[in-house]
């Protein structure tokens, strides 16, 4: 491949990489193939001459991927996360073709420097204590990039041996290393990943496993009880590893009574926090870092969550003089001029040349940002909060230990045998993948959120498979979906036995998001509103609310559930209630000449008091045909009416026995005229309605105006009336503005209005009891107004 060929097929492979994880959901996240399958389908030696390359990328398709586990997709939940990211990924490329080998400062200065660089960027976000940086050159801490964590730990268990057989052997200088090596002991968790076992193996020393306690924790008393124990036999304790975030549950040792305890014994203390290490960039999780201070070597995977290809992980010693007594090695053909002065990282680990892997760590801090990071932290275990409340809420299952960050472990109540079983048969069908843990004899799924890519539908997916192949195990083995658990139905404890309980508990009900599943949940912040106090509540936030109702079916069939249901309901449903009927009564909008109109001198009462409601009986409409047409147009059929019980208020001291009702569209405004020896009473109120709603100070001074206008209106006719002499009739004018005045006679109205433009001054007198009844209607709806008819 040639620099053009590879131009070409170096950009069809981004396009390659892209395409896979935009889509990596389409894949089975685990394959269903077995041992030798891929033995069978590539040749046995490899090709005598060169293959092209669309051919190698066609075997990849077709032989490769058919075998690969999709360790980044969503339905990925086994072991711990494996992220990479798109800055990753490039820094991989750059490094790749770059190939520097980072062993000495001579071999790439870039390399060895950047490495510092973004060690101690790395090592502030997690608010390590500043012995661990290297910031000044004569700093004895500092950290290193190392290939795997269980590598991490194998080079400090041997920096350990190293100063404590010195130790040794300048306290016996009879003795040889061999003999002594033979004394030493060291310790860990129960709980404590395999690596641990397999550094003790390898660095030939004891290794004492401390029983954890009912949190899977190591605790400082049962590791001091070991080591004294110990101490009487002759041996000599080294090296403890405190692990933070275990493999099975994610339990966090007790770091500060752990770190004491190796003090006063001259132990090393390691701290292995593979996985949870990256959780410290989060403040609100620094609580499991006391105790961090006594630590002589702290270690994590950034490759695990924070986005960074494997391999690396982060590294961090107090002393790093201990690494180079253990790994240091001087030939000739390594020495530099400038050794000494810069860190020469092949004294720091156990294998002599090292990648760029740097480059990649400093690109994702630089591409996410320590915002862009602590916000992925907290989606991964935001989403396993969520898995965990779905499970807690099926009692067929159990989670045996508490959920720490973004892994859950849970389990099939009853015998492990179930458990066994429901995660055989999810991993054969491939479409989620986990792998199980086991502490102190029970089994248990672990359940980790792995990808970045996870959303909450993924979890909702993943948990409907999970309850499906469960129920199909217990049908089979028991009969029943609910196998052998028996279901308890939860008791129904009333409002008045929890507030008895607990005299402070505030509740609301709440409808958003499930109007139709409606919880109670305990909310010092809300109150139930009484009924009697709803129209006062509502006033007192009218004018700060702009009512902008959306209409839908689901709003039409909550609204009549709220006002049919003779419960009571919080003050935001009663908002919402207020909204729909403004939807369901069809009120309509101002028009901009109208809102100007109203900024100008209408109060909020004249606003919103002219709502409608329906009634059964006609009028004589005097329709003006110069009116603004910016103005909201009635449809020709009027739109299906309620009458809302919940404002439903009788009017008893309303009496009209005979009226003649005209309307002026012209001036906007409603005549009610009395006839014959009827007159309106001196005061036109709305006193019984306030007292049946107990409307507040805020309503009442919402519909002064109004109230004043009627008033005046009332004195004008009067002195009319009294200039005439003749004219014993009182009349009662209703003003609004022209869309407000149309709809409210719209609704109070047989039909809709007609499109032929009546006579101008066309009255028609209508029965008493239909004008009594109308008028009640207004009154019941609007509130503003309750006139006397005297004889």
Request: hydrophobic share 35%.
């Amino acid at each position: 491949m040639d620099h053009t060929e590879f131009r070409v097929k170096a950009k069809e492979m981004v396009d390659y990489i892209a395409d896979y994880l935009e889509n990596i959901r389409d894949h089975r996240v685990y394959p269903g193939v077995q041992p030798g399958y891929l033995h069978k389908r590539l040749p046995t030696e490899a090709p005598q001459l060169p293959e092209k390359w669309d051919d190698i990328f066609k075997d990849v398709e077709d032989h490769i991927m058919p075998g690969i586990v999709h360790w980044q997709s969503p339905h990925m939940h086994a072991y711990f996360p494996a992220l990479t990211s798109y800055p990753s990924i490039m820094g991989e490329m750059l490094s790749s073709a770059l190939n520097v080998l980072c062993f000495t400062w001579a071999s790439s200065p870039a390399g060895t420097e950047l490495e510092t660089i973004a060690m101690n960027w790395l090592g502030k976000l997690l608010g390590l204590p500043e012995c661990f940086l290297n910031e000044k050159n004569d700093s004895p801490g500092g950290g290193v990039i190392q290939t795997t964590a269980s590598e991490a730990t194998l080079v400090s268990l041997l920096a350990a041996r190293t100063r404590a057989l010195m130790e040794l052997a300048s306290l016996n200088p009879d003795l040889q290393s061999s003999e002594l090596l033979g004394h030493l002991i060291c310790y860990c968790s129960d709980q404590a990943h395999s690596s641990v076992e397999k550094a003790g193996l390898i660095g030939l020393v004891r290794m004492r496993y401390i029983e954890s306690d009912e949190n899977q924790c190591m605790r400082g008393a049962k590791l001091e009880e070991a080591i004294l124990n110990d101490k009487a036999k002759g041996l000599v304790p080294f090296w403890v590893c405190a692990t933070l975030g275990t493999t099975g549950s994610v339990a966090f040792d007790n770091l500060r009574e752990i770190g004491e305890v190796c003090e006063k014994h001259s132990a090393w203390l390691h701290v292995d926090a593979a996985y949870a290490g990256s959780c410290f960039i989060c403040p609100e999780y620094r609580h499991w870092l006391d105790g961090v201070d006594l630590a002589d070597s702290f270690a994590f995977n950034p490759s695990k969550w924070l986005m960074v290809n494997f391999d690396c992980t982060a590294m961090w010693v107090r002393d790093s003089t201990a690494l180079h007594r253990t790994f240091n090695v001087n030939p000739i053909y390594l020495r530099h001029e400038n050794s000494g002065k810069a860190i020469d990282y092949m004294h720091w680990q156990i294998p002599l040349s090292r990648r760029f892997r740097a480059l990649k760590l400093w690109f994702v801090l630089r591409s996410y940002g320590v915002v862009g990071l602590q916000k992925h932290i907290r989606e991964s275990v935001r989403l396993a909060q969520k898995f965990e409340a779905l499970v807690l809420a099926d009692q067929r299952f159990d989670i045996p230990q508490p959920r720490n960050l973004g892994m859950v472990a849970f389990r099939l109540k009853g015998d492990n045998t179930l458990t066994e079983r429901l995660l055989k048969k999810l991993n054969g069908r491939g479409y989620i993948h986990a792998v199980p843990a086991c502490f102190k004899g029970v089994y248990v799924i672990r359940f980790t959120v792995t990808s970045q890519r996870t959303t909450n539908q993924d979890i909702l997916d993943d948990w409907n498979e999970i309850k499906k192949v469960a129920s199909e195990i217990l049908v089979d083995m028991f009969g029943s979906e609910n196998g052998n658990i028996v279901i308890h139905k939860k008791p129904r404890i009333s409002l008045k036995e929890t507030r008895e309980l607990n005299a402070t508990f505030g509740t609301s009900l709440l409808l958003a998001n499930s109007p139709m599943s409606p919880k109670i949940v305990n909310g010092t912040h809300v109150a139930i509103c009484d009924y009697e106090q709803v129209l006062s509540s509502c006033a007192q936030t009218f004018a700060q609310l702009k009512m902008e109702p959306k209409d839908s079916p689901e709003m039409r069939r909550r609204v009549r559930g709220i006002r049919m249901c003779g419960k009571k309901f919080s003050l935001d449903s009663y908002m919402d209630m207020v909204q729909g009927l403004m939807v369901e009564q069809s009120l309509p909008q101002c028009s901009e000449e109208e809102r100007d109109d109203a900024s100008n001198g209408s109060s909020p009462g004249e606003k919103s008091s002219v709502s409608t409601s329906p009634a059964t009986s006609s009028m004589t409409i005097k329709h003006d045909s110069n009116f603004d047409m910016n103005q909201l147009q009635v449809p020709a059929t009027p739109s299906r009416q309620y009458r809302s019980k919940s404002i439903d208020v009788s009017l008893a001291d309303l009496k009209l026995d005979e009226a003649t009702v005209s309307i002026d569209m012209k001036n906007n405004e409603i005549v009610i005229t009395p006839t014959g020896s009827k007159k309106i009473d001196d005061q036109v109120r709305f006193n019984a309605a306030e007292e049946k709603l107990n409307i507040g100070d805020r309503i009442n001074q919402a519909f002064e105006n109004f109230q004043s206008s009627l008033r005046d209106n009332h004195n004008e006719t009067n002195d009319k009336i009294d200039d005439k002499g003749d004219e014993s009739n009182s009349k009662l004018t209703i003003k609004g503005p022209g869309s407000y005045i149309k709809k409210l006679i719209q609704q109070f109205s047989e039909g809709p209005f007609e499109s032929d433009e009546p006579k101008p001054d066309v009255e028609k007198a209508v029965s008493t009891q239909s004008i009594k009844d109308r008028a009640d209607a207004i009154c019941k709806k609007c509130f503003h107004y309750k006139g006397k008819m005297n004889n």
